[in-house]
T-cell receptor
Framework: KQEVTQIPAALSVPEGENLVLNCSFTDSAIYNLQWFRQDPGKGLTSLLL?????REQTSGRLNASLDKSSGRSTLYIAASQPGDSATYLC?????????FGAGTTVTVRA | DAGVTQSPTHLIKTRGQQVTLRCSPKSGHDTVSWYQQALGQGPQFIFQYYEEEERQRGNFPDRFSGHQFPNYSSELNVNALLLGDSALYLC?????????????????FGPGTRLTVL
């Protein structure tokens, strides 16, 4: 069974600071890994998808790395803004299903 | 391009009742997955439907059942509701094209249905 851990559970930073969100998973037999953003009471917004053969993926201020063999992924958010405040979830994809951790709740202070 | 849509937005039921939640996938997608997210936790996989059949199932009791229609939309049914079924129910869709027979495709989520069981 895939177990996903995200550290830290919560993070509060001043505006402009770079964010580093960590994700670890126990089963390296994955097809890809997605990072999502979730605002309170809302659905999930896909931020980045990294295929298992890739090491890195970038979209705007977001950059995600994947080390499949060691079961780790990191999401970097550059120059954080108050609008980045949300819960961030990583989810490796196994056989047709995503496995989620509890997420990292980010607060960016203006 | 319409994204994934779900209905209703909110629902309140009492213990023992039955509920049906609905999902329409993103345009061009034919695979639908359902997830349950309890408060403060990450989503948990319930099951996935493809070609109108349940292709994969998570660790949920038989009280949870589903259906997929020829237009690819899907329903999640929960019987004999328990207080612990209170959660945000999320639907995700994906396309079958891509690597590894569709296993590696990006999943797109709807806004969810908030179910409260009293």
């Amino acid at each position: 069974k895939q177990e996903v851990t995200q550290i830290p559970a919560a993070l509060s930073v001043p505006e402009g600071e770079n964010l580093v969100l960590n994700c670890s998973f126990t089963d390296s037999a994955i097809y890809n890994l997605q990072w999502f953003r979730q605002d309170p009471g809302k659905g999930l917004t896909s931020l980045l998808l990294i295929q298992s053969s890739q090491r890195e993926q970038t979209s705007g201020r977001l950059n995600a790395s994947l080390d499949k063999s060691s079961g780790r992924s990191t999401l970097y958010i550059a120059a954080s803004q108050p609008g980045d405040s949300a819960t961030y979830l990583c989810a490796p994809l196994g056989d047709y299903k995503l496995s989620f951790g509890a997420g990292t709740t980010v607060t960016v202070r203006a | 391009d319409a994204g994934v849509t779900q209905s209703p937005t909110h629902l309140i039921k009492t213990r023992g009742q039955q509920v049906t939640l609905r999902c329409s996938p993103k345009s061009g997608h034919d695979t639908v997955s359902w997830y349950q997210q309890a408060l403060g936790q990450g989503p948990q996989f319930i099951f996935q439907y493809y070609e109108e059949e349940e292709r994969q199932r998570g660790n949920f009791p038989d009280r949870f059942s589903g259906h997929q229609f020829p237009n690819y939309s899907s329903e999640l049914n929960v019987n004999a509701l328990l207080l612990g079924d209170s959660a945000l129910y999320l639907c995700a869709s994906s396309s079958p094209q891509g690597l590894a027979g569709g296993r590696s495709n990006e999943q797109f989520f709807g806004p969810g249905t908030r179910l409260t069981v009293l």
